[in-house]
């Protein structure tokens, strides 16, 4: 018999916060009370909280580790491991990797990213070497031609456990405002005006050609196979309406209040971006996760591409102008995703489930993860 025993410990449960301890047992968390133990080899946590392990959604941090600089190819397997020590140290124990299939920029690392994601993780989970349960996030850029071909070999893969449809397609959604993004794209690949109108030309024609087949392909195979399947980047209530017709259940990253609202009423989960929350703002100007968390509409938060942003978002979602319960904030990067896509044996600290914890300290306004346990084993 394997067993923590966890005291002195702000206990956040799904519905309340508890000083007291908690026991976990063969990984699993076996008893919740009030109160200290006096019992021998128990972990003295000084007043910290224990959360449950936080569950990301939707990450593109291991692109970075596969491609650390522009031409600078990694071995799969070491970029694996150290996006992995990443995430844990950060509290996550539970990542679903982002893996996109297509891209709207030629040249960009993402085919190669996708041709090597599996061959890093088939290799870590053989060789029983990850601190994080991993998962994967299959990202369909609708407008490639190539899309269904690229996919295939994902098809029987049984870490594919979400999948969302995106459009990149310059000039709507996420890049609705085609100046800025004109702007944007002629500043980092040094085009002339002559080259932006023959590249945005084509991708306009391609997502014309292709974003309606494609759409309606992965829905019907998402309902076959059994996937939860979300929207990317919505910003009008007519993209919303397209979603729900397609069955998504996640609306990830909605531009703007009207297709957040929409996208709730709708009863999609909603999940907005954590460094939005920390940064205060999008970072391409749409609307602000704090404004919409006000509203009440966020239901998840995800890091995105910065790991470190989930705990601090769901920590500064406690203070004005959201000011939301602990519980609850804590619930956004925990209970919720797990639910949203279908793991119920973990996400809330709860006798039966998963021992996927962490300790974290408060320290002035900035949480700190102080010890991270995976199904009771402590793995940062």
Not at 93 to 121: C, H
Not at 319 to 326: D, F, G, I, K, T
Request: aromatic share 4%.
């Amino acid at each position: 018999m394997r067993e923590s025993i966890l005291t002195d410990a702000r206990i956040v449960t799904r519905d309340a916060v508890l000083h007291g301890t908690l026991v976990v047992r063969d990984g699993r968390i076996h008893d919740l009370s009030t109160g200290r133990s006096a019992a021998a080899g128990a972990i003295d946590c000084g007043g910290d909280y224990l959360l449950p392990g936080l569950v990301e959604l939707h990450t593109d941090n291991l692109e970075k580790h596969l491609t650390p600089r522009p031409g600078v190819p990694w071995p799969p397997e070491a970029a694996i491991l150290a996006h992995d020590t990443l995430v844990a140290g950060c509290g996550i124990t539970t990542v679903f990797d982002s893996v996109a299939v297509g891209d709207v920029i030629a040249g960009t690392q993402r085919r190669r990213s996708l041709e090597v994601t599996p061959i890093g993780l088939a290799h870590a989970i053989r060789h029983d070497i990850l601190r994080a349960e991993h998962f994967l996030h299959m990202r369909i850029e609708v407008s490639e031609p190539d899309a269904r071909e690229m996919f295939e070999p994902f098809l029987d893969d049984p870490l594919v456990r979400l999948v969302s449809l995106m459009d990149h397609t310059p000039g709507q959604r996420q890049y609705a405002d085609e100046a800025a993004y004109r702007r944007g794209y002629q500043k980092r690949h040094a085009v002339s005006d002559a080259e932006y109108e023959r590249f945005a030309e084509h991708r306009k024609a391609l997502a014309a050609e292709f974003a309606g087949p494609h759409r309606a392909w992965m829905a019907a195979l998402a309902r076959e196979r059994g996937w939860p399947l979300a929207s990317h980047d919505d910003a009008t209530e007519a993209h919303v309406a397209e979603s729900l017709a397609a069955g998504m259940t996640i609306a990830e990253f909605p531009t703007t209040v009207e297709a957040a609202r929409a996208a709730h009423a709708g009863g999609m989960t909603v999940m907005m971006g954590a460094p939005n929350l920390v940064r205060g703002r999008s970072h391409s100007g749409n609307v602000s996760a704090a404004e919409l968390a006000e509203l009440g509409l966020v239901s998840i938060l995800s890091s995105d591409y910065y790991p470190h942003s989930l705990l601090h978002g769901a920590f500064l979602l406690t203070r004005p102008p959201v000011a939301m319960p602990l519980p609850d904030a804590v619930a956004t990067v925990s209970d919720t995703p797990a639910k949203a896509v279908g793991l119920d044996d973990r996400g809330r600290l709860e006798p039966g489930l998963r021992g996927d914890l962490i300790r974290v300290r408060d320290v002035d306004s900035l949480p700190v993860v102080r010890a991270v346990w995976k199904q009771g084993e402590r793995v940062a």
